[in-house]
């Protein structure tokens, strides 16, 4: 299983860069359609010049950002829409893992 970044198509404009980056949700593709949704993408970490470890560049464009909703397609491949370069700055180091057992903190008191 392999999460994916997904923009729905009325947030991709007609060159193909996504509108609003804010707005690309993770979630897990099946048969050509959207099988789950987790939540959206996080700025510090997919926005960021300063982490290259998990930059936001492609998106899978779905009709849209729903369980169910088909993938679209141009010919054999997925759509795909692009972030704008201008689309990223420089927010500062990200350190993994005090954020890693922040949310292991928060997960285990969830439960």
Known sequence: MR?????ATDNVDAQGFVI???????????????????GLIDPLTHLNRDFPDHQLDECIVAERLERGAALL??????????????????????????RRAEWQRVVVRGQ
């Open 73 to 98: 397609r141009e010919g054999e491949r997925f759509r795909m829409a692009r972030t704008h370069p201008s689309s990223r700055s420089s927010l500062g180091p990200v350190d993994v893992d005090r």
């Open 20 to 38: 609003d980056p804010l707005l690309v949700r993770h979630g897990i593709v099946l048969a050509a359609q959207i099988a789950d949704l987790a």
């Open 3 to 7: 999460i994916r970044h997904l923009v």
